[in-house]
T-cell receptor
Framework: AQSVTQLDSHVSVSEGTPVLLRCNYSSSYSPSLFWYVQHPNKGLQLLLKYTSAATLVKGINGFEAEFKKSETSFHLTKPSAHMSDAAEYFCVVIPYSSASKIIFGSGTRLSIRP | GAVVSQHPSWVICKSGTSVKIECRSLDFQATTMFWYRQFPKQSLMLMATSNEGSKATYEQGVEKDKFLINHASLTLSTLTVTSAHPEDSSFYIC???????????FGPGTRLTVT
């Protein structure tokens, strides 16, 4: 069965320090992996995606994620947090199957301390 | 590119009335559209998947007679909440895709409040 687990429901960091949001997946097939960000009362904005090309994926706003097949992980990182990064982040998996559906993680709320 | 709009962005209605939410793909043809519901501080819950010109496929537990979905064209899908009740109050988000198992492009969401 396919699944995605975001290991932290809430992460709090100080402005200017690194951000790490963890995501592990389970998929029978080679998946496509995504990170989305959602600000309050807004829709989802795509940060970055992995679709079987380079394992280190760079996204918008300085975020990047590394696909590690051996660890079944796709953790999101940013070297230096900004106050505007405070939001909800969702890790999403689309298993490589025409009959499969998008699978959402439970979300991680990122708070930034001044 | 790949912009999805929703209208309205927020709506307040009285209990017992019906509300229609539109989802449009502005610069691409969406063969598949998805409707999600999101409760406060929770992840998105898929309600239904619709393909242009055919009936929507509803997820288990979603009442198809209450949440009517129409996907009449490759750029427009509508969700109608019939006989709305306060428990239907939620954030509704649509997304669109060119294929079922590929990247989805999300709309900005519609906040529904039923009084």
């Amino acid at each position: 069965a396919q699944s995605v687990t975001q290991l932290d429901s809430h992460v709090s960091v100080s402005e200017g320090t690194p951000v790490l949001l963890r995501c592990n997946y389970s998929s029978s097939y080679s998946p496509s992996l995504f990170w989305y960000v959602q600000h309050p009362n807004k829709g989802l904005q795509l940060l970055l995606k992995y679709t079987s090309a380079a394992t280190l994926v760079k996204g918008i706003n300085g975020f990047e994620a590394e696909f590690k097949k051996s660890e079944t992980s796709f953790h999101l990182t940013k070297p230096s947090a900004h106050m505007s990064d405070a939001a909800e982040y969702f890790c999403v998996v689309i298993p490589y199957s025409s009959a499969s559906k998008i699978i959402f993680g439970s979300g991680t709320r990122l708070s930034i301390r001044p | 590119g790949a912009v999805v709009s929703q209208h309205p962005s927020w709506v307040i209605c009285k209990s017992g009335t019906s509300v229609k939410i539109e989802c449009r793909s502005l610069d691409f043809q969406a063969t598949t559209m998805f409707w999600y519901r999101q409760f406060p501080k929770q992840s998105l819950m898929l309600m239904a998947t619709s393909n242009e010109g055919s009936k929507a496929t509803y997820e288990q537990g979603v009442e198809k007679d209450k949440f009517l979905i129409n996907h009449a064209s490759l750029t427009l899908s509508t969700l109608t909440v019939t006989s709305a009740h306060p428990e239907d109050s939620s954030f509704y988000i649509c997304s669109a895709s060119t294929q079922v198992a590929y990247e989805q492009y999300f709309g900005p969401g519609t906040r529904l409040t039923v009084t």
